[in-house]
């Protein structure tokens, strides 16, 4: 009975070995260099999404009319400043302490899987900061203002966003994707 004990747990560690790439593997302070080097990557991403969204948000906010849109493209594309006190196509209108509470709860979660390291490569980590970075960009709306700032209409998208929405979107769907690819390296033979 030890004996099986001590055959799967090697055997799982194995498998982990197995999953990170041959050259980080076998060297702990490769491992730890690139673990480093994600967290920068995830870093920079995040910092910079938050960045430009305020930058972006703060332009709407001084030049664009409230609740009128500006179009770019007529019937399609066009930017008009308006603010959202509830979540995604304005549902849970007026609930911002609670949507402030689950958005840090949200970024806590995710902040754990990049320190963590339970995700791991270049695409998860870029996944991670977009979505951290564009999570404290509505944040520090809700925070602040008591409500998201919203300026870019695009149809037949039925609501209004920003681009901490687009990042918060796109780090999502890539993280998909790193999970799946990860998987699939994983289930490899060999």
């Known amino acids: ?4 004990a001590s055959t799967s747990a090697s055997s799982a560690g194995a498998s982990r070995e197995r999953s990170r790439s ?3 593997a076998a060297d702990p302070k490769r491992r730890s260099t690139t673990r480093r080097r994600h967290l ?16 972006t948000k703060a332009w709407a906010s001084s030049n664009l009319p409230y609740d009128r849109l500006v179009p770019v ?14 979540a995604a196509f304005g549902s849970l209108g007026g609930r911002n302490q609670v949507l402030t509470l689950v958005t840090i709860g949200l970024l806590v979660a995710f902040g ?7 995700l791991y490569g270049p695409l998860a980590a870029a996944s991670l900061g977009a979505v951290l970075g564009g999570g404290l960009g509505n944040l520090a709306d809700r925070v602040r203002l008591g409500s ?10 039925p609501a209004d966003f920003n681009l901490a929405d687009v990042a918060i979107r796109v780090g999502a769907l890539l993280l998909v994707a790193s999970v799946f690819l990860q998987g699939s390296r994983r289930t490899r033979p060999g």
Do not use: Y
């Open 40 to 55: 920068l990557l995830a870093a920079g991403i995040g910092l910079i999404v938050l960045a430009a969204d305020q930058a």
């Open 112 to 118: 754990w899987l990049l320190f963590r390291g339970a």
């Open 148 to 157: 998201v700032v919203d300026f870019i209409q695009l149809r037949p998208w």
């Open 1 to 4: 009975m030890r004996r099986l």
């Open 22 to 24: 041959p050259e980080t």
């Open 73 to 86: 493209i007529p019937h399609w594309f066009g930017f008009g400043l308006l603010h959202n006190s509830g």
